[in-house]
């Protein structure tokens, strides 16, 4: 299994600041990806961060307004920039089992309000 | 198309009966279905899944069945307990393609 630490695991913000989430896994993986999930709703898919190579963003994401550093196999960071009440969120960090493609391990998450 | 609908939004059992969750879906090359459990505080964690190639898996008191015909499948949770209460994520997934999540269901075991 892998352990993740997320953090900060909650935090209240002005609207047009940035909030950087930092994910730290016990363990080197490939791809870590970063997912949303708004108050009530399902798990979105933000982008996939592989070490070494920019960021992979999905559909209705991009790299302005999320940027994300993946410095070593281990370690990832995003942004959430010039922030709005709609960013209100739980910011989630996610990796898969080694050998196990399929299996996701996720931190705990970001708790983020935006006033 | 890629689309996982789940229901019901939210449900309530008493301790010791049958939690049942529906989920359905469009896109039959999807070959991987898991069910996640979250808990308030807490990120999703992988508590069952199944491939198409079966009709049913079990695991303890928590069963998925699959009908690859009705393109649907479902988590039971047997005797369910005060300590299940938890949103539940039903997900697929086609080969290296990224999880695509239902909506969730947060479920309510009354003592």
């Known amino acids: 299994s892998a352990v993740i630490s997320q953090k900060p695991s909650r935090d209240i913000c002005q609207r047009g600041t940035s909030l950087t989430i930092q994910c730290q896994v016990d363990?080197?993986?490939?791809?870590m990806f970063w997912y949303r999930q708004q108050p009530g709703q399902s798990l979105t898919l933000i982008a996939t961060a592989n070490q070494g190579s920019e960021a992979t963003y999905e559909s209705g994401f991009v790299i302005d307004k999320f940027p994300i550093s993946r410095p070593n196999l281990t370690f990832s960071t995003l942004t959430v920039s010039n922030m709005s009440p709609e960013d209100s969120s739980i910011y989630l960090c996610s990796v898969e089992a080694q050998g196990l493609r399929e299996k996701l391990f996720f931190g705990s998450g970001t708790q983020l309000s935006v006033l | 198309q890629q689309q996982v609908k789940q229901s019901p939004q939210s449900l309530i059992v008493q301790k010791g009966g049958i939690s049942i969750i529906n989920c359905a879906y469009e896109n039959t090359a999807f070959d991987y279905f898991p069910w996640y459990q979250q808990f308030p505080g807490k990120g999703p964690a992988l508590l069952i899944a199944?491939?198409?190639?079966?009709s049913e898996k079990k695991e303890g008191r928590f069963t998925i069945s699959f009908n690859k015909s009705a393109k649907q499948f479902s988590l039971h949770i047997m005797d369910s307990q005060p300590g299940d209460s938890a949103t539940y994520f039903c997900a697929a997934k086609q080969g290296a393609q990224k999880l695509v999540f239902g909506q969730g269901t947060r479920l309510t075991i009354n003592p």
């Open positions: 199944i491939r198409p190639d079966v």
């Open positions: 363990s080197q993986v490939t791809m």
